[in-house]
């Protein structure tokens, strides 16, 4: 059902770091929204940003059903700890409101199927916060994929290792997100290459979970943690095998001792093969003419496929999402993909724990 409106009124529930750092400034840019209500357990957390970003208009509560009963909203947008987002998704799909859940979409596919039902069954749109895709270098590559130009896709790399970065604050730390990298920054990596392959249909995964560095917070871009904080798995690595056969390795780490390789994809094909770069950027290589190559295209040059370099990933998540309540389309990132992303993390979880290999239905 279309749902067209020419302002339509946000409440966002849970105002910690990804609230400030995307969500906010991501919708006040956005001529077609209002922020209406601000809702944490910390209260004082939504007062802050209410004050940070000029928003004194906009309701405070600390109780989110008080936000989804009494606030005059159209979305939700949900930014708190991951085994929060299916229960309160369903509660504000039930209350009316389409809904934006921050990544992961959840922590298992079960409740991600409860999620989907949910918005069946209320007529609302749902969508994950998956931003990364909005690169250009992402969308080129989406768009190779799309022409056929990798040929078959039979082995892609999922990247998601930090050399040092390990968000301290919240519950990243404490098991009580869902666990640790591996429901964290693994699912951004593996969103991007499963969507630029179009492969939503993984066979089994084999998986190995580490807790090695806990013990050695020096470095660490956010600061170090007290010794006995770091409850939850700082690395971990899965071999994923697809029902056609491509293999997806993902290399996950808040801190290893490498090279960085974050939220980026590998995919090599038949026809030729693609990397991304860690500060953005594309390498290209296969064979043309009978001679190796390798092209880097530049995306910032007008006229280059996606050179009008797009809005920033962040504001263009929440113009997207309208546009889909708008004109009732389905949403660029489906909720029934990123449920396989969970899917995945949930069989990744599984394998470490058991010692065994996976198998999906
Ligand atoms: N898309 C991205 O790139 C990205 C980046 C970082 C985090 N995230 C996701 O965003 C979510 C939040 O991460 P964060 O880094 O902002 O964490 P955070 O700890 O900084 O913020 C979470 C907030 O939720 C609040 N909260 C907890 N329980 C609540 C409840 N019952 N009702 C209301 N508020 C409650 C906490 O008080 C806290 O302020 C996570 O799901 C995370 O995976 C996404």
Same mark, same amino acid.
């Given at each position: 059902?279309?749902?067209?409106? !020419? ?15 995307? /969500? ?9 929204? *209002? ?7 910390? #209260?004082?957390?939504?007062?802050? =940003?209410?004050? =940070? ?13 008080? =936000? =989804?009963?009494?606030?005059? !909203? ?15 998704? #369903? ?6 409101? /389409? ?9 298992? &596919? ?26 250009? *270098? ?10 056929? +130009?990798? @040929? ?16 301290? $604050? ?8 869902? @666990? @640790? %990298? ?12 499963? $969507? ?11 998986? /190995? ?12 871009? $956010?600061?170090?943690?007290? +010794?006995?904080?770091?409850? %939850? ?20 780490? $808040? ?9 980026? !994809? !590998?995919?090599? @094909? ?11 950027? #594309? ?10 190559? #390798? ?27 309208? &546009? ?11 909720? +029934? +993909? ?24």
């Amino acid at each position: 059902m279309k749902d067209n409106k !020419t302002i339509y009124k946000v409440g966002l529930i849970g105002c910690g770091w990804i609230a400030e750092d995307k /969500h906010i400034p991501g919708l006040i840019a956005n001529k077609d929204v *209002e922020i209406t209500a601000l809702c944490d357990l910390d #209260v004082e957390k939504a007062k802050k =940003l209410a004050g =940070l970003f000029g928003l004194e208009k906009a309701q405070v509560y600390s109780d989110y059903k008080k =936000l =989804l009963t009494e606030a005059d !909203t159209d979305i939700i947008l949900i930014a708190t700890p991951n085994p929060l987002h299916c229960e309160m998704t #369903v509660a504000a799909l039930g209350a009316g409101n /389409h809904v934006l859940c921050e990544k992961p979409m959840a922590t298992t &596919k079960a409740e991600c199927e409860e999620m989907i039902a949910a918005a069946k069954a209320s007529d609302r749109k749902l969508t994950v916060g998956y931003q990364w895709r909005y690169r250009p *270098e992402a969308l080129y590559i989406k768009e190779m994929c799309e022409k056929g +130009e990798l @040929g078959e896709i039979y082995y892609a790399k999922a990247h998601a290792a930090r050399y040092r970065a390990v968000p301290k $604050w919240g519950e990243y730390l404490s098991g009580k997100n869902g @666990g @640790g %990298v591996l429901i964290d920054g693994a699912p951004h990596a593996l969103d991007l290459t499963l $969507w630029t392959m179009n492969n939503y249909e993984p066979a089994s995964v084999k998986a /190995h979970t580490y807790h090695k560095m806990a013990q050695k917070p020096e470095g660490n871009i $956010w600061g170090g943690w007290a +010794e006995d904080e770091f409850k %939850v798995e700082d690395s971990g690595f899965a071999i994923i095998t697809m029902k056609n056969g491509a293999t997806v390795y993902l290399e996950a780490a $808040w801190l290893i001792n490498m090279l960085s390789g974050d939220m980026k !994809t !590998t995919l090599c @094909g038949t026809e030729a093969g693609v990397d991304m770069f860690n500060d953005g950027g #594309v390498r290209i290589n296969g064979i043309a003419h009978g001679k190796p190559y #390798v092209s880097e295209p530049d995306m910032s040059i007008p006229g280059a496929p996606f050179a009008i370099r797009p809005v920033a990933p962040m504001y263009r998540e929440t113009q997207e999402f309208i &546009k889909a309540i708008r004109d009732d389309e389905e949403p660029f990132i489906k909720p +029934e +993909e990123a449920m396989v992303v969970t899917q995945i993390i949930e069989g990744i979880y599984e394998s470490a724990r058991s010692g065994k290999e996976v198998f999906f239905e």
